[in-house]
């Protein structure tokens, strides 16, 4: 009896979602006709009908399913807060998996399901992408000259390992000639007199934001931590596993650099990156495709847009 209970607990919660989210009834916002509502869009159709009703609630709805926000309300708030361009994005998204839909079901794809109204939306889609599948190959001059055009997407990032003591800087202060530039400058001293190594300089200087020891990490990285003027300065350093080097200048004040590694950025050679750079190819040109096919499928939809969503 407890089985028997639970099972019908259970079915009853199924269902009563099921018919929430689907848009099983009028709550779903869409505006029904003859042939009535699409359940899982929210967006009115018929037969031959090619305009797209795009209204709030079934917007919502729909953003709701595909971010699995269960706060319906906070959803709302945030989506009146979004910009007009991010507003649209979830617009385009509707209105694109609808016309899908639609086109699937005219082709005999279709069942009032949700998981099927996705898997159609994926059946177009890789129909669409199936249009490059036999243009795919490109001679050795093509990838050649593709190469020369992109290269600069696949440089090698400049890679370093260091070690630093900070000194901070009061905002209020000037750069060089003030008390912490004075004071970086001794403890300078202190450190290449005294052959101080990474280990026992940790106790010196002040607390850093971020790390005192950096191994392998890109210039981007360490822009990312210190500002690009002190990362563009490490790279002009030379490597000295034995003498500290600076004060090097950062967004937060001086650093007293032991620089132990540095790998310079580089653009790597044809063969080294041929077979990444098909791939990539393959990847946008699939996309391409897929942009083209299918928005030319949704440009044959008038679209009607709720009042209620324009900003």
């Given amino acids: 009896m407890q089985f028997v209970a639970l099972g019908l607990i259970v079915f009853g919660i199924v269902s009563w979602q099921s018919g929430s989210f689907s848009g099983g009834d009028s709550r779903d916002g869409a505006r029904e006709d003859s042939s009535g509502p699409s359940r899982a869009g929210g967006a009115a159709s018929s037969a031959g009908d090619q305009t797209i009703v795009v209204e709030r609630e079934a917007l919502l709805a729909?953003?709701?399913?595909?971010?699995?926000?269960?706060?319906?309300e906070g959803l709302?708030?945030?989506f009146d807060g979004l910009s007009t361009q991010a507003r649209q994005i979830w617009i385009?998204?509707?209105?694109?998996?609808e016309?899908?839909?639609?086109?699937?079901?005219?082709?005999?794809?279709d069942r009032e399901d949700e998981l099927i109204r996705r898997r159609l939306v994926q059946k177009m889609e890789f129909l669409a992408e199936g249009i490059v599948a036999s243009d795919s190959l490109l001679g050795a001059d093509k990838i050649e000259q593709i190469y020369r055009e992109r290269i600069e997407e696949y440089r090698e990032p400049a890679i370093l390992?260091?070690?630093h003591v900070f000194v901070r800087a009061s905002s209020s202060e000037p750069t060089k000639g003030s008390d912490a530039h004075g004071r970086a400058e001794t403890l300078l001293a202190k450190l290449n007199q005294e052959s101080l190594s990474d280990?026992?300089?940790?106790?010196?200087?002040?607390?850093?934001?971020?790390n005192r020891?950096?191994?392998?990490?890109?210039?981007?990285e360490v822009r990312s931590h210190f500002g690009r003027t002190a990362a563009d300065t490490l790279l002009t350093l030379s490597v000295d596993t034995e003498k500290w080097q600076g004060p090097v200048e950062s967004d937060y004040g001086w650093h007293l650099v032991l620089l132990t590694?540095?790998?310079p950025s580089r653009l790597p050679a044809l063969g080294e990156i041929e077979k990444t750079l098909r791939r990539d190819l393959t990847r946008d040109r699939s996309q391409e495709a897929i942009d083209v096919g299918l928005g030319s499928i949704v440009r044959t939809y008038q679209i009607d847009l709720d009042p209620a969503l324009v900003p």
């Fill in 62 to 72: 729909f953003v709701q399913m595909r971010t699995q926000e269960a706060n319906a």
């Fill in 76 to 78: 709302a708030a945030t």
């Fill in 92 to 97: 385009d998204r509707f209105v694109r998996e």
């Fill in 99 to 109: 016309a899908l839909v639609r086109e699937a079901r005219r082709l005999g794809l």
């Fill in 161 to 163: 390992s260091f070690a």
């Fill in 199 to 210: 280990n026992d300089a940790g106790a010196l200087g002040d607390r850093f934001l971020y």
């Fill in 213 to 220: 020891r950096y191994v392998d990490r890109t210039l981007d």
């Fill in 261 to 263: 590694e540095q790998t």
